[in-house]
């Protein structure tokens, strides 16, 4: 009986059709493993969901500045000028010195007369009349004296604040006080008035009652 040994440190020196068939198709296996890891990687990067977007910053703090600057505005705005409230006239008293110029100096018959009737001489000696009445109404009932002390033609300064109702700035204005200026009048002021009292029923509006002669 013949006994047979086989030398497994052997290499086959030659390919056959079995192991050339066998190489071949573990190239195709390995391909087709190699495909289909690509095709799933392609299809996992197409179902990745998006990436959520940054949730937006609560608008408290951009509130909170605009809250700021609006109070910071309300400071620095400056307070609304004082409403001027116009005081409504007293048309008696004005009615009741009307009177009395005319009772004293017909003054109302000197102002309605048509003065191109007569001379310069005529004219005269009538205004010396009623400035001799009028005078006489004015110290009879009113008390004057100068808004300013100082004399007419002196150089005066107005500072800051001064007096508007008091003294009125007039020539080139330009700047504001102080202001130096001339005094080109002193101005008047009543400090104490003294109307005559009126009857009840008297009618002010009657300036000089009509005359009748019997």
Not at 24 to 42: C, D, E, N, P
Not at 79 to 103: G, R
Request: net charge negative.
């Amino acid at each position: 009986m013949t006994n047979y040994t086989i030398d497994l440190s052997l290499q086959p020196t030659t390919f056959d059709l079995w192991h050339v068939c066998l190489a071949g198709s573990l190239a195709v296996l390995a391909l087709i493993l190699i495909l289909v890891l690509l095709s799933v990687l392609l299809a996992e990067r197409r179902h990745k969901p998006p990436e959520p977007a940054p949730s937006p910053k609560p608008l408290e703090p951009v509130i909170k500045i605009v809250e700021k600057i609006v109070e910071v505005e309300k400071i620095v705005q400056l307070p609304a000028p004082e409403p001027v409230v116009l005081k409504e006239p007293t048309p008696d008293a004005a009615l009741q010195l009307l009177s009395l110029l005319q009772k004293e100096a017909r003054f109302i018959d000197f102002i309605q007369e048509n003065m191109t009737a007569f001379s310069d001489a005529d004219i005269g000696a009538a205004a010396r009349i009623v400035h001799g009445g009028c005078s006489k109404v004015i110290k009879e009932h009113f008390t004057l004296s100068p808004v300013s002390l100082d004399q007419e033609g002196s150089r005066v300064t107005l500072n800051k604040g001064f007096d508007a109702s008091r003294f009125r700035l007039t020539g080139k204005i330009v700047g504001e006080a102080p202001f130096n200026g001339i005094l080109v009048h002193k101005g008047w002021q009543v400090t104490e008035l003294n109307l005559p009292k009126l009857t009840e029923g008297h009618n002010p509006n009657i300036i000089a009652a009509a005359e009748v002669e019997l």
